[in-house]
């Protein structure tokens, strides 16, 4: 076996450490983002899903005013805790509209009853589909929406108060 | 108490190995016989100490004594006592003092048994075993301690996965860990071979058992792993190329490379520093395993607790355990030389062949397995899994089964392919049979239309070497190779068979309803509450009929834990000669109708018979090789003491 | 580690062990197709190959095809109802990857981020026929 061949071995286990090393340094990031930046939303028309909200289908949504698309559920735990900054932001003029995954009718009521309802329109998506189509892989997340109707930026996970800031920019340069 | 032993017990068996790698260290340089009487003394204390902390936590677990962390986390008074057992290592820190114990064993098994290789080769064996043992036990102790007590104890345990909560739990990580460390003896031995350059016959004579032994339980352990993910699940699937599914196999692939090439070393002092490299690769591929399972940063459905913390500490302990090995064998191995040469045909050509083609094929494993790991550090999410793994692996194992069916039959050092003309056209002609029958008959896929021509193949060329000799002269070790390689071909069989000729049926069926899937008929006749010593569950009685012929009964079970709570389903087989019906219960589907999920699977058994075989066909070898060395010493010491009363 | 915090990262490894969340359950039933196969056997053939090459978002490492998450039954009744109206699979493929990206697909495919997943195998035909070759040239 000739020399340097020897060493192989060695080099690639150095690049395992290295990039190993790295990654141990790196927060564990299980969210899958969206691919869909910057494309607009798919075509859709979704039943009300609660009784005192409107429905809510993408033409809502290209009416010239940049907004919040919040895809949330009765049963997702987290969306609690988000209620409270999405109402700070609805106070902030923000409209705000919804996609509840999954949920029956008194469910999303009882949900919004209890812990507050930020939203100008709520659409019932039973079988998943917009959140299929607009590339969200779990609840809460919240989308920023231009006036054109074109996705402009993703948010994963409930939104923290140190979120409202951010999301307040983002619907600026979404004008 | 018995935590507090447990603890010092540890503490003890970590300052006999230090003794074990500084006696070791030491002897080499002035042998000092003083220094060097300890090594195997402190070896054997080394693991008794070591068993006896373990055994001190199997008793805090059979107790539930919650005052200790981990039972509180981990175990439920509720529990079977079954599992209240292998629910010890059924968690990070029970398991790695259960893989620090069999280290500490395996030493000590050296220690007390080998007697073939050079004395000073033997020392720096044990010493690098103790200089593993060291970090193992480092990070035990400083980081993942098992005798941890809660500073109150809880009033209950957190329970166990109930995923976990069944046999397969007893079995898979047992044989698995000793297959895992057990390569270490062959990692020590490499080692110590490079330290004294002794890369000779007589190392991979020593080295051949202990790999065997290891590579036998790792062979169960990974069959076991399989199948009990298979009726666990609930998919039916046994093998998805999970990276911690990988793990196992990639010290199994360099294990099995190893084991042939010492085979050549042996017989014919040759490829010294491939046997050296596999045998630094094989512990080396376990304890990369070992970290990614634990430090979280690969996502699997198999991952322990995961903490970056630890993850560092493994490894530091990699860099400096494979960096090492690695970096000495960057310096020494250039200095050993090469054995006798060799033909093309010849038994040495095909091994070449197939160790190259396994290596291959652990490359492509280990790239597979580490690549997303690889392109998220460039903030990009790839999935590698089945039709990445199946196919390019392909490529290396489709050569490699061939050369397997003929090369048992090669003689040493230089043969002709003519010599063996008659055995030649028995194989290929059943292959070329099998190839046409399959292909008249059904219409599969590719890859499992390969499988199944090669697995006749292979099946009848694994026991072409009977012919012409006498079968009551046959060594026990050459049955254990023609039983494994058939067990090969079985295995490979029931592979291609079950991704050829599975069939499914979804149905939603209300009581009194029936399905079909494949041949078979099924009724549901009824759906009724039932529980267990920590569950509840919904029971449907299926009565499931193969072919029209009597019904037999099958109850898949719908149960709901509650420590800690979660759904599970237990699926019901159905196992004939030539299949299994897999069946399970889901939810209610309104009116009354119950989803049943129904599989049959034509030979999928033949998987894990294939994989018994295997070990099996190890354990053969392993007696014969034994046998063969005891009788060796006999006749050498026989020989000696002829000699010595002939001088007299 | 606090005892709480290592309670807190087992508990929720262990519920991460698992493809049925424990916590967080809908209430709906599932999609009509998640848990129903296509009436024409080919068509659900098709499908079924799909589905076992198409990764579930919410689960730690399985096929749509082996997970009981109510999302991965929504992405079964996708792949199933597109396949009826006689949707290619690349196509179904293609359109989940242009909103998750080439996470969501097990199926390799070449591009700028996985071309070493096949030079490599390359690499290793060409080192295999080198060793091969240097080794086993007619010497006796």
Not at chain 1, 20 to 40: C, N, V
Not at chain 2, 281 to 294: I, P
Not at chain 2, 511 to 521: H, T
Not at chain 3, 85 to 91: F, I, N, Q, S
Request: with cysteine; hydrophobic share 50%; charged share 15%.
């Amino acid at each position: 076996m000739k020399r340097w061949t020897l060493w192989v071995p060695l080099a690639l286990f150095a690049l395992f450490i290295g990039v190993a090393a790295y990654q141990l340094t790196q927060p564990k990031d299980e969210f899958i983002a969206s691919t869909m930046i910057g494309e607009p939303l798919p075509e859709f028309d979704l039943r009300a899903a609660s009784l005192d909200r409107p429905a809510l289908k993408t033409g809502d949504l290209r009416d010239g005013k940049p907004r919040l698309l919040n895809v949330f559920a009765s049963w997702c735990i987290p969306c609690i805790a988000e209620a409270p900054h999405l109402e700070t932001l609805r106070r902030q003029g923000v409209d705000i509209v919804a996609v509840a995954i999954r949920d029956r009718p008194q469910d999303v009521a009882r949900f919004l009853a209890n812990y507050g309802n930020p939203y100008s329109r709520i659409g019932a998506d039973d079988l998943s589909e917009v959140q299929l189509a607009i590339g969200s892989s779990g609840v809460p997340e919240t989308f920023v929406v231009d006036g054109q109707g074109i996705i402009r930026y993703q948010h994963i996970g409930d939104i923290r108060a140190s979120d409202v800031p951010l999301l307040m920019q983002k619907l600026a340069e979404a004008q | 108490m018995i935590a507090e032993l447990g603890l010092a017990a540890l503490w003890l068996a970590a300052a006999l190995a230090v003794l074990q790698l500084v006696a070791g260290a030491l002897s080499q340089r002035q042998g000092a016989e003083e220094l060097a009487a300890l090594v195997r003394p402190a070896a054997i204390v080394q693991g008794l100490v070591a068993a006896f902390a373990f055994l001190m936590l199997l008793v805090l677990f059979a107790q539930t004594d919650l005052s200790v962390k981990l039972v509180a986390m981990n175990s439920h008074s509720d529990k079977p006592m079954i599992f209240k057992l292998s629910g010890a290592f059924g968690n990070h820190e029970g398991s790695m003092l259960l893989w620090i114990t069999v280290m500490a064993l395996a030493g000590s098994l050296i220690a007390a048994v080998e007697r073939r290789l050079p004395e000073k080769t033997m020392l720096a064996t044990l010493a690098a075993q103790a200089f593993v043992g060291v970090g193992f036990y480092a990070f035990l102790l400083l980081s993942s301690n098992p005798f941890e007590r809660l500073p109150v104890p809880a009033l209950e345990g957190m329970g166990l996965n109930p995923l976990l909560q069944d046999i397969g739990l007893v079995f898979h990580p047992p044989t698995l860990y000793i297959g895992y460390v057990g390569l270490s003896v062959a990692f020590s031995f490499a080692v110590g071979a490079l330290l004294t350059r002794q890369v000779t016959p007589d190392f991979a004579r020593a080295m051949r058992p202990w790999v065997l032994g290891a590579w036998i339980f790792l062979t169960l352990g990974i069959t076991a792993g399989s199948y009990w993910a298979y009726y666990e699940l609930g998919w039916g699937g046994w093998w998805f190329w999970d990276p911690v599914e990988n793990a196992s196999l990639m010290p199994w692939l360099a294990a099995t490379a190893l084991l042939h090439s010492a085979s050549v070393l042996a017989s014919r002092d040759a490829l010294r520093t491939w046997t050296i490299m596999l045998g630094v690769v094989a512990f080396s591929m376990s304890m990369v395993g070992t970290f990614l399972v634990r430090s979280g940063i690969l996502t699997s459905v198999h991952a322990f607790a995961v903490d970056p913390e630890r993850g560092t500490f493994i490894l530091g302990l990699l860099v400096i355990y494979i960096g090492g090995a690695l970096l000495l064998f960057g310096l020494r191995a250039g200095t050993v030389s090469e054995g006798t040469r060799f033909s093309v045909t010849s038994r040495e050509g095909a091994l070449v062949f197939n160790n190259v083609m396994l290596t291959a094929l652990l490359g492509i494993v280990l790239l597979g397995t580490l690549y997303p790991l690889f392109t998220e550090a460039f903030d990009v999410r790839v999935s590698v899994g089945p039709p990445y793994f199946n196919p390019v692996g392909a490529i290396f194992v489709v050569p490699m089964l061939i050369v397997m069916a003929v090369g048992p039959l090669l003689r040493w050092r230089k043969d002709s392919l003519a010599r063996i003309r008659l055995p030649l056209l028995i194989i290929g002609g059943a292959t070329l049979a099998a190839l046409v029958l399959i292909s008249l008959l059904t219409s599969i896929a590719i890859l499992p239309f390969l499988g199944l021509v090669l697995a006749v193949g292979l099946g009848i060329g694994s026991f072409m070497p009977i012919r012409g000799r006498k079968l009551r002269l046959l060594p026990i070790a050459t049955w254990g190779m023609m039983v494994a390689h058939f067990g090969i071909a079985v295995a490979l069989f029931g592979m291609a068979s079950e991704s050829a000729f599975s069939e499914e049926t979804l149905a939603a069926v209300e009581v009194g309803g029936s399905a079909d899937v494949g041949p078979w008929n099924i009724v549901l006749t009824e759906v009724s509450p039932t529980a267990g010593p920590n569950w509840t569950a919904l029971e449907g009685r299926l009565l499931a009929s193969y072919d029209g012929g009597t019904a037999i009964a099958v109850t898949p079970q719908s149960r709901n834990f509650w420590a800690p709570p979660q759904e599970t389903t237990e699926s019901a087989l159905a196992t004939r000669w030539n299949g299994q019906l897999y069946a399970v219960i889901g939810r209610e589907a309104g009116e009354g109708r119950w989803q049943l999920r129904l599989w049959w699977k034509p030979f999928v058994t033949f998987i894990w018979y294939g994989g018994v075989l295997v070990a099996l066909g190890g354990v053969l070898a392993l007696i014969g090789r034994v046998m063969a060395d005891l009788k060796r010493r006999a006749i050498k010491s026989r020989g000696a003491i002829r000699r010595a009363e002939t001088a007299a | 580690m606090s005892v709480s915090r290592s309670l807190l990262v087992t508990f929720s490894a262990l519920l991460a062990m698992v493809a049925m969340p424990a916590a967080a359950q809908d209430s709906l039933p599932p999609a009509p197709y998640a848990y129903n196969q296509l009436a024409d056997p080919e068509q659900e053939a098709v499908a079924q190959d799909l589905m076992e090459t198409l990764r579930c978002l919410k689960c730690q490492s399985q096929s749509i095809a082996d997970s009981d998450a109510p999302m991965a039954g929504d992405m079964r009744h996708q792949v199933r109802t597109r396949i009826e109206m006689g949707e290619e699979p690349e196509a179904i493929r293609a359109w989940l990857v242009a909103r998750y990206g080439d996470y969501v697909s097990y199926a390799p495919t070449v591009s700028e981020t996985t071309w070493p997943l096949f030079a490599v195998p390359l690499l290793l035909i060409l080192l295999a026929a080198i060793i091969l070759w240097r080794r086993l040239r007619a010497r006796t």
